[in-house]
């Protein structure tokens, strides 16, 4: 059964540190997302990537949040530095494009606290 | 942007019926809907690529009116089951098939 893995599923840090969440897509999947879940907002897109290659990250704050794939089964969402409203479960997505849409698979999500 | 999910909340007793709606401003080339239940993921439950197009899984189904650029979940005698909240999606336009979701609607059952 294919699955999208995210580590770590828990994180609970010290405002200023840094935060590095990863996430190994299904194989075979070209696209990759992350998203942010709070109760106030929902699910936020924070960054999108197709064949490793970032196409949206317009949902991020680029001053302390980066997202890279350096290689096919490897995604990463870093914070530097973390602040405590950061806290939220973020997700990672991976999927295909079924008729020029994309259909997800999500990761059991990170759950970051910051402190 | 982001779809619009109306109502936000919704109480039904085991086996009453219920319809999620799905609203954008800008048109739609195709709408998805996923169920997240609690302390859990979103999971994937269809996907619409087509004006009036209908499809089902189980006893949920859906509707996509490309013109209104509306879509409707109607969940058919509910199961307790079908708790949790639901999300709508569509493509971000003109961002390479970017994707975002809607607040979501949470469905309660209740026996």
């Known amino acids: 059964d294919a699955r999208v893995t995210q580590t770590p599923r828990h994180k609970v840090t010290e405002m200023g540190q840094e935060v590095t969440m990863r996430c190994q897509p299904i194989l075979g999947h070209n696209t990759v997302f992350w998203y942010r879940q709070t109760m106030m907002q929902g699910l936020e897109l924070l960054a999108y990537f197709r064949n490793r290659a970032p196409l949206d990250d317009s949902g991020m704050p680029k001053d302390r949040f980066s997202a890279e794939m350096p290689d096919a089964t490897l995604a990463t969402l870093k914070i530097q530095p973390s602040e405590p409203r950061d806290s939220a479960v973020y997700f990672c997505?991976?999927?295909?494009?079924?008729?020029?849409?994309?259909?997800?698979?999500f990761g059991a999500g990170s759950r970051l606290t910051v402190l | 942007q982001q779809p619009v999910q109306s109502p936000q909340a919704v109480i039904l007793r085991e086996g009453e019926d219920a319809v999620i709606n799905c609203s954008s401003s800008?048109?739609?080339?195709?709408v998805h809907w996923y169920r997240q239940k609690h302390g859990e993921a979103p999971v994937f439950l269809m996907i619409l690529l087509k004006g009036g197009e209908q499809k089902g899984h189980e006893k949920i189904s859906a509707s996509f009116n490309e013109k209104k650029q509306q879509s409707s979940l109607y969940l058919t005698a509910s199961q307790l089951s079908y708790s949790g909240t639901y999300f709508c999606?569509?493509?971000?336009?003109?961002?390479?098939?970017?994707?975002?979701f809607g607040k979501g609607t949470r469905l309660l059952v209740k026996p």
């Open positions: 999606g569509t493509e971000r336009e003109g961002q390479g098939f970017s994707f975002i």
């Open positions: 997505a991976s999927g295909f494009l079924l008729s020029g849409a994309n259909v997800l698979t």
């Open positions: 800008k048109a739609l080339y195709s």
